[in-house]
Protein backbone atom coordinates (compact mmCIF):
# COMPACT_ATOMS: atom_id res chain seq x y z
CA UNK A 1 0.00 0.00 0.00
CA UNK A 2 1.53 3.41 -0.68
CA UNK A 3 2.09 5.80 1.33
CA UNK A 4 -0.68 8.56 0.59
CA UNK A 5 -3.25 5.82 -0.12
CA UNK A 6 -5.65 6.25 2.55
CA UNK A 7 -6.80 9.54 2.28
CA UNK A 8 -8.82 11.72 5.12
CA UNK A 9 -12.40 10.13 4.24
CA UNK A 10 -10.64 6.64 4.84
CA UNK A 11 -9.07 8.13 7.62
CA UNK A 12 -12.42 8.90 9.37
CA UNK A 13 -13.87 5.69 8.37
CA UNK A 14 -11.23 3.82 10.38
CA UNK A 15 -12.02 6.33 13.43
CA UNK A 16 -15.28 4.85 13.27
CA UNK A 17 -13.76 1.58 13.98
CA UNK A 18 -12.64 3.23 17.23
CA UNK A 19 -15.63 4.48 18.39
CA UNK A 20 -17.40 1.25 17.73
CA UNK A 21 -14.63 -0.12 20.25
CA UNK A 22 -14.95 2.73 22.67
CA UNK A 23 -18.86 2.42 22.45
CA UNK A 24 -18.89 -1.40 23.66
CA UNK A 25 -15.59 -1.11 26.26
CA UNK A 26 -17.29 1.96 28.01
CA UNK A 27 -19.98 -0.21 29.24
CA UNK A 28 -17.61 -2.97 30.33
CA UNK A 29 -15.60 -0.31 32.47
CA UNK A 30 -18.08 2.42 33.63
CA UNK A 31 -21.84 1.01 33.55
CA UNK A 32 -21.23 -2.84 34.66
CA UNK A 33 -18.37 -2.26 36.90
CA UNK A 34 -21.35 0.21 38.63
CA UNK A 35 -24.00 -1.92 38.39
CA UNK A 36 -21.91 -5.15 39.77
CA UNK A 37 -20.72 -2.47 43.20
CA UNK A 38 -24.08 -0.89 43.49
CA UNK A 39 -26.93 -2.50 42.70
CA UNK A 40 -25.57 -6.25 43.26
CA UNK A 41 -23.63 -5.13 46.11
CA UNK A 42 -20.18 -7.14 44.70
CA UNK A 43 -16.76 -6.41 46.75
CA UNK A 44 -15.32 -3.38 44.64
CA UNK A 45 -12.46 -5.59 44.05
CA UNK A 46 -14.69 -8.22 41.48
CA UNK A 47 -14.97 -5.47 38.91
CA UNK A 48 -11.69 -3.96 39.63
CA UNK A 49 -10.19 -7.91 38.60
CA UNK A 50 -12.37 -8.47 35.90
CA UNK A 51 -10.88 -5.18 33.97
CA UNK A 52 -7.57 -5.77 35.04
CA UNK A 53 -8.06 -9.32 33.24
CA UNK A 54 -9.05 -7.36 30.08
CA UNK A 55 -6.04 -5.66 30.34
CA UNK A 56 -4.15 -8.66 31.27
CA UNK A 57 -5.24 -10.73 28.16
CA UNK A 58 -3.51 -7.07 25.83
CA UNK A 59 -0.30 -9.45 26.21
CA UNK A 60 -1.69 -11.54 23.50
CA UNK A 61 -1.40 -8.37 21.29
CA UNK A 62 2.20 -9.22 19.69
CA UNK A 63 0.01 -13.06 18.62
CA UNK A 64 -2.58 -11.25 16.78
CA UNK A 65 -0.24 -8.82 15.05
CA UNK A 66 1.55 -11.69 14.02
CA UNK A 67 -1.23 -13.16 12.26
CA UNK A 68 -2.06 -9.99 10.50
CA UNK A 69 1.49 -10.18 9.14
CA UNK A 70 1.19 -13.96 8.54
CA UNK A 71 -1.98 -13.53 6.52
CA UNK A 72 -1.13 -9.70 4.42
CA UNK A 73 -4.33 -8.08 5.80
CA UNK A 74 -5.43 -6.57 8.38
CA UNK A 75 -9.22 -6.35 7.71
CA UNK A 76 -10.33 -9.79 8.58
CA UNK A 77 -8.49 -9.11 12.27
CA UNK A 78 -10.46 -6.14 12.98
CA UNK A 79 -13.89 -7.43 11.88
CA UNK A 80 -12.94 -10.68 13.70
CA UNK A 81 -11.73 -8.66 16.43
CA UNK A 82 -14.90 -6.26 16.70
CA UNK A 83 -17.30 -9.76 16.90
CA UNK A 84 -15.19 -10.74 19.98
CA UNK A 85 -15.44 -7.55 21.23
CA UNK A 86 -19.31 -7.47 20.81
CA UNK A 87 -19.34 -11.30 22.17
CA UNK A 88 -18.16 -10.22 25.04
CA UNK A 89 -19.46 -7.21 26.01
CA UNK A 90 -22.98 -8.78 25.90
CA UNK A 91 -21.85 -11.91 27.32
CA UNK A 92 -20.59 -9.72 30.11
CA UNK A 93 -23.71 -7.91 30.65
CA UNK A 94 -25.84 -11.74 30.73
CA UNK A 95 -22.94 -12.56 33.28
CA UNK A 96 -23.89 -9.61 35.66
CA UNK A 97 -27.48 -10.40 35.02
CA UNK A 98 -27.03 -14.05 36.17
CA UNK A 99 -24.82 -12.91 39.07
CA UNK A 100 -27.81 -11.77 40.97
CA UNK A 101 -29.28 -15.26 40.83
CA UNK A 102 -26.73 -17.82 40.35
CA UNK A 103 -23.71 -15.60 41.44
CA UNK A 104 -21.12 -18.42 40.65
CA UNK A 105 -22.52 -19.12 37.29
CA UNK A 106 -22.30 -15.14 36.88
CA UNK A 107 -18.84 -14.70 37.65
CA UNK A 108 -17.74 -17.01 35.39
CA UNK A 109 -19.25 -16.16 32.55
CA UNK A 110 -17.70 -13.12 33.46
CA UNK A 111 -14.69 -13.95 33.68
CA UNK A 112 -15.27 -15.50 30.09
CA UNK A 113 -16.80 -12.21 29.06
CA UNK A 114 -14.40 -9.79 30.01
CA UNK A 115 -11.37 -12.11 28.62
CA UNK A 116 -13.20 -12.08 25.29
CA UNK A 117 -13.47 -8.72 25.45
CA UNK A 118 -10.10 -7.88 26.09
CA UNK A 119 -9.00 -10.33 23.39
CA UNK A 120 -11.37 -9.31 20.61
CA UNK A 121 -9.87 -5.08 21.82
CA UNK A 122 -6.38 -5.92 21.23
CA UNK A 123 -6.63 -8.11 17.62
CA UNK A 124 -9.14 -5.17 16.32
CA UNK A 125 -6.86 -2.13 17.98
CA UNK A 126 -3.64 -3.80 16.58
CA UNK A 127 -4.52 -4.61 13.27
CA UNK A 128 -6.16 -1.12 12.77
CA UNK A 129 -3.24 0.83 14.13
CA UNK A 130 -1.19 -0.97 11.39
CA UNK A 131 -3.52 -0.64 8.68
CA UNK A 132 -3.15 3.50 9.69
CA UNK A 133 0.52 2.87 9.89
CA UNK A 134 0.64 1.71 6.57
CA UNK A 135 -1.77 3.90 4.87
CA UNK A 136 -1.04 7.47 6.82
CA UNK A 137 1.76 10.09 5.00
CA UNK A 138 4.44 10.71 7.86
CA UNK A 139 3.29 14.40 8.06
CA UNK A 140 -0.34 13.34 8.28
CA UNK A 141 0.04 10.71 11.53
CA UNK A 142 -0.40 13.07 14.13
CA UNK A 143 -3.65 14.39 12.39
CA UNK A 144 -4.66 10.77 11.82
CA UNK A 145 -3.96 9.19 15.40
CA UNK A 146 -6.10 12.53 16.41
CA UNK A 147 -8.86 11.71 14.83
CA UNK A 148 -9.17 8.33 15.72
CA UNK A 149 -8.74 8.92 18.90
CA UNK A 150 -11.43 11.93 19.48
CA UNK A 151 -13.57 8.96 17.56
CA UNK A 152 -13.07 6.90 20.33
CA UNK A 153 -13.76 9.23 22.97
CA UNK A 154 -16.78 10.35 21.18
CA UNK A 155 -17.81 6.73 21.32
CA UNK A 156 -17.62 7.12 25.16
CA UNK A 157 -19.67 9.76 25.02
CA UNK A 158 -22.30 8.90 23.14
CA UNK A 159 -22.82 6.02 24.70
CA UNK A 160 -22.74 6.12 28.27
CA UNK A 161 -25.21 8.36 28.61
CA UNK A 162 -27.52 6.73 25.99
CA UNK A 163 -27.08 3.17 27.64
CA UNK A 164 -27.98 5.56 30.95
CA UNK A 165 -31.04 6.72 29.75
CA UNK A 166 -32.29 3.46 28.58
CA UNK A 167 -31.09 1.52 31.55
CA UNK A 168 -33.98 3.50 33.38
CA UNK A 169 -35.90 1.41 35.77
CA UNK A 170 -32.73 -0.91 36.13
CA UNK A 171 -33.11 -4.46 35.68
CA UNK A 172 -30.89 -7.22 34.27
CA UNK A 173 -33.15 -8.19 30.93
CA UNK A 174 -32.25 -4.33 30.53
CA UNK A 175 -28.66 -3.86 30.81
CA UNK A 176 -28.93 -7.24 28.44
CA UNK A 177 -31.32 -5.36 25.98
CA UNK A 178 -29.06 -2.16 26.09
CA UNK A 179 -25.32 -4.02 25.90
CA UNK A 180 -27.03 -6.73 23.33
CA UNK A 181 -27.76 -3.38 20.53
CA UNK A 182 -24.57 -1.55 21.48
CA UNK A 183 -22.55 -4.74 20.83
CA UNK A 184 -24.82 -5.61 17.68
CA UNK A 185 -24.66 -1.86 16.11
CA UNK A 186 -20.72 -1.39 16.98
CA UNK A 187 -20.41 -4.59 15.28
CA UNK A 188 -22.30 -3.46 12.34
CA UNK A 189 -20.53 0.12 12.09
CA UNK A 190 -17.00 -1.08 12.24
CA UNK A 191 -17.99 -3.49 9.51
CA UNK A 192 -19.27 -1.06 6.97
CA UNK A 193 -16.44 1.36 8.24
CA UNK A 194 -13.89 -1.04 7.00
CA UNK A 195 -15.17 -2.13 4.09
CA UNK A 196 -13.71 -1.61 0.71
CA UNK A 197 -10.40 0.89 2.67
CA UNK A 198 -7.69 -2.02 2.57
CA UNK A 199 -6.70 -2.42 -0.91
CA UNK A 200 -6.49 -6.36 -1.67
CA UNK A 201 -3.12 -7.69 -2.01
CA UNK A 202 -1.71 -11.19 -1.83
CA UNK A 203 -0.92 -12.76 0.95
CA UNK A 204 2.58 -14.15 1.92
CA UNK A 205 1.76 -17.68 2.50
CA UNK A 206 -0.15 -17.56 -0.92
CA UNK A 207 3.66 -16.32 -2.23
CA UNK A 208 5.38 -19.43 -1.69
CA UNK A 209 7.57 -17.39 0.52
CA UNK A 210 8.02 -19.63 3.79
CA UNK A 211 7.19 -17.14 6.88
CA UNK A 212 9.27 -17.63 10.18
CA UNK A 213 7.34 -18.87 13.62
CA UNK A 214 5.85 -16.43 15.97
CA UNK A 215 8.63 -17.17 18.24
CA UNK A 216 11.14 -16.10 15.83
CA UNK A 217 9.45 -12.73 14.91
CA UNK A 218 8.93 -11.51 18.07
CA UNK A 219 12.76 -12.46 19.40
CA UNK A 220 13.97 -10.33 16.13
CA UNK A 221 11.28 -7.29 17.20
CA UNK A 222 12.41 -7.57 19.99
CA UNK A 223 16.24 -7.59 19.53
CA UNK A 224 15.49 -4.80 17.50
CA UNK A 225 17.12 -1.29 19.71
CA UNK A 226 14.74 0.98 18.87
CA UNK A 227 11.43 -1.78 19.21
CA UNK A 228 12.50 -2.56 22.50
CA UNK A 229 13.48 1.02 23.62
CA UNK A 230 10.31 2.39 22.29
CA UNK A 231 8.41 -0.63 24.02
CA UNK A 232 10.33 0.61 27.26
CA UNK A 233 8.91 4.23 26.91
CA UNK A 234 5.33 3.34 26.08
CA UNK A 235 5.34 0.98 29.30
CA UNK A 236 6.85 3.90 31.72
CA UNK A 237 4.66 6.82 29.99
CA UNK A 238 1.42 4.87 30.48
CA UNK A 239 2.03 3.35 34.05
CA UNK A 240 2.41 7.51 34.89
CA UNK A 241 -0.77 8.63 33.17
CA UNK A 242 -2.81 5.82 34.46
CA UNK A 243 -1.56 5.88 38.03
CA UNK A 244 -2.99 9.62 38.26
CA UNK A 245 -6.21 8.10 36.92
CA UNK A 246 -8.12 6.73 40.38
CA UNK A 247 -6.76 9.09 43.13
CA UNK A 248 -7.11 12.48 41.70
CA UNK A 249 -10.88 12.81 42.49
CA UNK A 250 -10.65 11.38 46.28
CA UNK A 251 -7.04 13.86 46.67
CA UNK A 252 -8.96 16.97 45.41
CA UNK A 253 -12.03 15.51 47.77
CA UNK A 254 -10.04 14.79 50.75
CA UNK A 255 -7.60 17.68 50.53
CA UNK A 256 -10.12 20.81 49.04
CA UNK A 257 -13.29 19.63 50.46
CA UNK A 258 -14.53 19.46 46.92
CA UNK A 259 -17.87 17.33 46.56
CA UNK A 260 -18.73 14.98 44.41
CA UNK A 261 -20.27 17.03 41.75
CA UNK A 262 -16.87 19.20 41.92
CA UNK A 263 -14.60 16.34 41.70
CA UNK A 264 -16.72 14.96 38.77
CA UNK A 265 -16.21 18.78 36.88
CA UNK A 266 -12.73 18.72 37.89
CA UNK A 267 -12.63 15.34 35.80
CA UNK A 268 -14.05 16.61 33.37
CA UNK A 269 -12.08 19.57 32.96
CA UNK A 270 -8.83 17.46 32.77
CA UNK A 271 -10.39 15.61 29.87
CA UNK A 272 -11.29 18.80 28.27
CA UNK A 273 -7.15 19.34 28.73
CA UNK A 274 -6.35 16.31 26.85
CA UNK A 275 -8.86 16.84 23.71
CA UNK A 276 -7.33 20.25 24.08
CA UNK A 277 -3.97 18.66 23.44
CA UNK A 278 -4.66 16.38 20.55
CA UNK A 279 -5.74 18.83 18.64
CA UNK A 280 -2.83 21.06 19.30
CA UNK A 281 -0.68 18.31 18.17
CA UNK A 282 -2.66 17.45 15.25
CA UNK A 283 -3.27 21.34 14.25
CA UNK A 284 0.68 22.31 14.37
CA UNK A 285 1.93 19.43 12.53
CA UNK A 286 -0.55 19.35 9.74
CA UNK A 287 -0.73 23.25 9.71
CA UNK A 288 2.47 24.88 10.07
CA UNK A 289 5.11 21.31 10.37
CA UNK A 290 8.11 22.09 9.78
CA UNK A 291 11.88 20.19 11.38
CA UNK A 292 11.27 21.60 15.19
CA UNK A 293 6.59 21.69 15.55
CA UNK A 294 6.29 18.49 12.69
CA UNK A 295 8.79 16.48 15.04
CA UNK A 296 6.14 13.77 16.69
CA UNK A 297 9.63 13.29 19.14
CA UNK A 298 9.03 16.79 20.01
CA UNK A 299 6.03 16.81 21.08
CA UNK A 300 5.83 13.43 22.99
CA UNK A 301 8.97 14.94 25.15
CA UNK A 302 7.15 18.38 25.29
CA UNK A 303 4.29 15.98 26.30
CA UNK A 304 5.76 13.84 29.02
CA UNK A 305 7.46 16.91 31.12
CA UNK A 306 4.75 19.15 30.83
CA UNK A 307 2.68 16.32 32.51
CA UNK A 308 5.87 15.64 35.25
CA UNK A 309 5.70 19.74 35.93
CA UNK A 310 1.31 19.25 36.01
CA UNK A 311 1.51 16.78 38.59
CA UNK A 312 4.34 18.74 40.84
CA UNK A 313 2.11 21.54 40.58
CA UNK A 314 -0.85 19.64 41.78
CA UNK A 315 1.26 18.33 44.85
CA UNK A 316 2.28 21.45 45.65
CA UNK A 317 -0.77 23.28 45.70
CA UNK A 318 -2.08 20.23 47.73
CA UNK A 319 0.41 21.50 50.49
CA UNK A 320 0.02 25.17 49.49
CA UNK A 321 -4.03 24.95 51.12
CA UNK A 322 -7.20 24.99 49.85
CA UNK A 323 -6.77 28.49 48.86
CA UNK A 324 -4.57 27.02 45.66
CA UNK A 325 -6.53 26.98 42.17
CA UNK A 326 -6.59 23.21 41.81
CA UNK A 327 -7.97 23.86 38.17
CA UNK A 328 -5.12 25.38 36.57
CA UNK A 329 -2.65 22.35 37.31
CA UNK A 330 -5.54 20.28 36.63
CA UNK A 331 -6.28 21.58 33.04
CA UNK A 332 -2.60 21.26 32.12
CA UNK A 333 -2.24 17.99 33.47
CA UNK A 334 -5.07 17.23 30.71
CA UNK A 335 -3.36 19.47 27.92
CA UNK A 336 -0.16 18.00 28.12
CA UNK A 337 -1.20 14.13 28.69
CA UNK A 338 -3.16 14.58 25.31
CA UNK A 339 -0.31 16.19 23.76
CA UNK A 340 1.90 12.98 24.65
CA UNK A 341 -0.79 10.74 24.16
CA UNK A 342 -1.51 11.93 20.98
CA UNK A 343 2.20 12.17 19.33
CA UNK A 344 3.54 8.76 20.98
CA UNK A 345 0.51 7.10 18.68
CA UNK A 346 1.60 8.67 15.89
CA UNK A 347 5.73 7.63 16.58
CA UNK A 348 3.94 4.29 17.02
CA UNK A 349 2.40 4.45 13.52
CA UNK A 350 6.09 5.87 11.98
CA UNK A 351 7.93 3.36 14.00
CA UNK A 352 5.82 0.14 13.29
CA UNK A 353 7.24 -0.40 9.65
CA UNK A 354 10.42 0.76 10.25
CA UNK A 355 11.83 -2.62 10.32
CA UNK A 356 9.94 -4.00 7.65
CA UNK A 357 6.45 -4.18 6.49
CA UNK A 358 6.53 -8.00 6.79
CA UNK A 359 6.66 -8.14 10.77
CA UNK A 360 4.86 -4.68 11.17
CA UNK A 361 2.09 -5.97 12.96
CA UNK A 362 3.83 -7.80 15.52
CA UNK A 363 5.82 -4.89 16.34
CA UNK A 364 2.70 -2.77 16.99
CA UNK A 365 1.49 -5.53 18.93
CA UNK A 366 4.08 -6.00 21.17
CA UNK A 367 3.61 -1.86 22.23
CA UNK A 368 0.56 -2.42 22.75
CA UNK A 369 0.69 -4.85 24.60
CA UNK A 370 3.11 -2.77 26.68
CA UNK A 371 0.52 -0.18 26.69
CA UNK A 372 -2.32 -2.30 27.95
CA UNK A 373 -0.60 -3.75 30.92
CA UNK A 374 0.98 -0.52 32.10
CA UNK A 375 -2.68 1.02 31.89
CA UNK A 376 -3.76 -1.47 34.25
CA UNK A 377 -1.30 -2.01 36.55
CA UNK A 378 -0.86 2.39 36.82
CA UNK A 379 -4.41 2.30 38.22
CA UNK A 380 -3.78 -0.69 40.93
CA UNK A 381 -0.38 0.69 42.15
CA UNK A 382 -1.31 4.75 42.17
CA UNK A 383 -3.86 3.84 44.69
CA UNK A 384 -1.59 1.14 46.47
CA UNK A 385 0.89 4.06 46.46
CA UNK A 386 -1.20 6.33 48.49
CA UNK A 387 -2.72 3.60 51.10
CA UNK A 388 1.05 2.64 52.07
CA UNK A 389 2.51 6.38 51.63
CA UNK A 390 -0.66 7.43 54.03
CA UNK A 391 0.95 4.74 56.55
CA UNK A 392 4.31 6.69 56.92
CA UNK A 393 2.48 10.12 56.55
CA UNK A 394 1.33 12.30 59.13
CA UNK A 395 -1.63 13.76 56.78
CA UNK A 396 -3.42 12.37 53.71
CA UNK A 397 -2.12 15.66 51.78
CA UNK A 398 1.35 14.05 52.07
CA UNK A 399 0.69 11.22 51.08
CA UNK A 400 -1.42 12.09 47.84
CA UNK A 401 1.69 14.63 47.17
CA UNK A 402 4.35 12.15 47.24
CA UNK A 403 2.86 9.60 44.89
CA UNK A 404 1.84 12.65 42.81
CA UNK A 405 5.76 13.42 43.04
CA UNK A 406 7.05 9.42 42.09
CA UNK A 407 4.93 10.10 38.98
CA UNK A 408 6.00 13.52 37.65
CA UNK A 409 9.77 11.52 38.43
CA UNK A 410 8.39 8.64 36.10
CA UNK A 411 7.26 11.31 33.19
CA UNK A 412 10.75 12.80 33.10
CA UNK A 413 12.10 8.95 32.62
CA UNK A 414 9.67 9.03 30.03
CA UNK A 415 10.89 12.18 28.18
CA UNK A 416 14.68 11.14 28.44
CA UNK A 417 13.56 7.96 26.94
CA UNK A 418 11.78 9.90 24.13
CA UNK A 419 14.88 11.60 23.32
CA UNK A 420 16.28 8.77 22.48
CA UNK A 421 14.09 7.15 20.00
CA UNK A 422 15.42 7.90 16.48
CA UNK A 423 13.03 7.00 13.23
CA UNK A 424 16.08 5.47 11.55
CA UNK A 425 15.10 1.94 10.24
CA UNK A 426 15.68 -0.70 12.79
CA UNK A 427 18.73 -3.12 12.71
CA UNK A 428 17.66 -6.70 11.48
CA UNK A 429 19.37 -9.74 13.22
CA UNK A 430 20.40 -12.31 10.95
CA UNK A 431 18.58 -15.08 10.26
CA UNK A 432 21.45 -16.91 9.53
CA UNK A 433 22.67 -19.69 11.31
CA UNK A 434 23.22 -18.47 14.91
CA UNK A 435 22.82 -19.40 18.33
CA UNK A 436 19.94 -18.61 20.09
CA UNK A 437 19.68 -15.38 22.74
CA UNK A 438 18.33 -15.41 25.98
CA UNK A 439 15.33 -14.51 24.81
CA UNK A 440 14.42 -16.96 22.16
CA UNK A 441 15.52 -19.83 24.62
CA UNK A 442 12.96 -18.51 27.40
CA UNK A 443 10.67 -18.90 24.86
CA UNK A 444 11.80 -22.35 23.41
CA UNK A 445 10.82 -23.68 27.13
CA UNK A 446 7.39 -22.56 27.06
Request: charged share 10%; hydrophobic share 55%.
Amino acid sequence: MPASALGWAAIVRLGLVQTALGAVVVLMTSTINRVMVVELALPAIVPGGLVALHYAVQVLRPRWGYGSDRTGRRTPWIVGGMAALALGGFGAAAATALTETHPSAGLALAVLSFATVGMGAGAAGTSLLVLLATGVESRHRGAAATIVWVMMIAGFAITAPLAGHFLDPFSGARLMAVSGTVSLVAFAVACLAVRGVEPTRVAPSETGAERPPFRAVLAQVWAEPESRRFTVFIFVAMLAHSAQELILEPFAGLVFAMSPGGTTKLAGLQHGGVLAGMLTVAGVTLGIGGPVLGSLKMWTTLGCLGSALALLGIAGGGLAGADFPLRVPVFALGLFNGIFAVAAIGSMMALAGSGGEAERGTRMGVWGAAQGLAFGAGGFLGTVAVDLARLAAPRPVDAYAAVFAGEAVLFVAAAALALRIAHAPATRVPRARRAPTLFEATLSTR
